[in-house]
């Protein structure tokens, strides 16, 4: 697929104006307003119940994957897990050839990029990974970036992450051919983790995904994705994000929270670093792909990102080192 039927395929959303009346008519209820909240998420208002969630995705995404992300949702509700809940039995459906997931709507505040929300993600993605991986969508691949692949885990994050770079490749000039290398090298060299010991996954686990309902309660929402991998490539993404902007005491914070539940064997705290610098790598090429950085700062970000997961490795094995 050309990056330009990408774009089309998962930017471009139909029939959102008439959405509410499909949604009145299917589960019979009275809608008193919609509110968009992102792209393809609203806030439907109720006038004869609670508010609900509407996921609206790309025509492109298989209406198999959608009831398996509902299926997921269910099978946190049956283990006390706190996440998004699905608002029927019957959530998913078809709407103008766009697949449809209805959730109830959690209110709450969300957490800014602090130590506690950090170490609260800890201790619910340690939680998380001890769920037993049941038969169902959760035997499934999970954990890709959805703005890169529609469904699969990390090798298929790589696989599209390449893709697109390569299909960019005639626009790249002889001035800028290295650093064109260079990117294409580093995807060639990532670490799928596929050997590591594999858990249930949520693709973006980080704080601005948790929702606090109330004083020490937190709900985990937007699970599209989500599916059986490696557990240390969810947490290194988790990792990253506490230490991207140098405050590694909330590094510190993620693994004294993850440690309650889940302690790394040797093999994966020596492929650590691999998670940790995975996805600033897949974010540069897809930035470049898209026209939203140049090729020459996606390959600056290359160093830059050596660098930032160096730091938050050294602290995070530290870390981890002090529960020994």
């Not at 706190?82 to 697949?99: I, T, Y």
């Not at 599209?160 to 490749?169: I, K, N, T």
């Amino acid at each position: 697929m050309s990056i330009n039927e990408f774009r089309e395929r998962m930017y471009t959303r139909w029939g959102i104006e008439s959405l509410p009346s499909h949604l009145e008519s299917l589960y019979g209820i009275r809608i008193a307003q919609a509110t968009k909240l992102d792209l393809g998420i609203f806030r439907i208002d109720r006038h004869d119940g609670p508010s609900w969630l509407a996921r609206l995705f790309p025509k492109a995404m298989p209406l198999e994957q959608i009831q398996g992300d509902a299926e997921i949702l269910s099978y946190l509700e049956q283990h006390n897990y706190p996440a998004e809940r699905c608002a029927l039995p019957d959530s998913v459906f078809m709407h103008e050839e766009q697949p449809v997931l209805i959730t109830d709507f959690v209110a709450g505040t969300k957490p800014k990029g602090s130590a506690k929300a950090f170490y609260f993600a800890g201790i619910l993605l340690g939680r998380l990974h001890t769920l037993p991986l049941a038969s169902g969508a959760m035997s499934r691949k999970g954990g890709a970036w959805h703005h890169l692949a529609v469904q699969g885990g990390p090798r298929e994050e790589i696989e599209a992450a390449q893709s697109f770079v390569l299909s960019s490749e005639q626009n790249v000039s002889i001035e800028e051919r290295s650093h064109y290398e260079t990117l294409l090298n580093e995807l060639r060299q990532l670490d799928d983790l596929h050997d590591m010991p594999q858990a249930l996954i949520h693709p973006d686990f980080v704080p601005s995904n948790m929702i606090k309902v109330e004083v020490g309660n937190w709900a985990v929402i937007d699970w599209s994705g989500a599916g059986r991998g490696p557990r240390i490539f969810s947490l290194g993404f988790l990792l990253w994000a506490a230490g991207l902007r140098g405050d590694l005491q909330c590094v510190d914070a993620v693994v004294t929270g993850y440690r309650k539940y889940i302690n790394l064997d040797i093999d994966e705290l020596k492929r650590l670093a691999k998670a940790i610098g995975f996805r600033p790598l897949i974010w540069d090429c897809w930035a470049f792909s898209m026209g939203r950085k140049t090729l020459i700062e996606a390959a600056q970000g290359v160093s830059l990102t050596r660098e930032i997961t160096k730091a938050i490795t050294d602290r995070s094995m530290q870390a981890f080192k002090n529960f020994t």
